[in-house]
């Protein structure tokens, strides 16, 4: 049974630089998880994957992407897991512009349930 687990992170306080990665691959998921904040924040993103290799589960997010505080996309969020009675699946999506415009949109699927809204 294979595993590699992988972590690190470094910081540069003097910059207010930020980072790290965390990488875990066995004989049941590969997760990846990795994040880093430049100049206070200025440029930042966060990011996470796990998949199970039976193919029964996928998460990927994007979490606080920090353009120049002109774009800020909060979350996107997309799931799918079919070891429940029926197959679910969800996109989440959340960006900011400018601080003024909040845009939102979220599709979600349970068996032949479809929910979808957008704000």
């Known amino acids: ?3 590699i687990d992988i972590g690190g992170a470094f910081d540069i306080p003097m910059l207010k630089s930020y980072g790290y990665l965390n990488v875990t ?4 998921i590969f997760s990846f998880r990795a994040g880093i904040s430049l100049f206070d924040g200025a440029l930042s993103s ?3 994957v796990t998949w199970n290799w039976d193919l029964t589960f996928f998460k990927m997010e994007l979490r606080d992407m920090n353009f120049l ?7 996107v969020i997309f799931m799918y897991e079919l070891s429940r009675p029926v197959p679910y699946a ?3 999506c ?3 512009v400018l601080f ?4 939102a949109a979220k599709v979600e699927v349970n068996g032949n349930e479809i929910d979808f809204a957008v704000t």
């Open 1 to 3: 049974r294979a595993l």
């Open 25 to 28: 691959l066995n004989a049941d």
């Open 46 to 48: 966060h990011v996470s």
């Open 69 to 75: 505080d002109v774009v800020k996309i909060k979350q």
């Open 90 to 92: 969800i996109f989440d």
């Open 94 to 96: 959340k960006i900011q």
């Open 100 to 103: 003024v415009v909040n845009l």
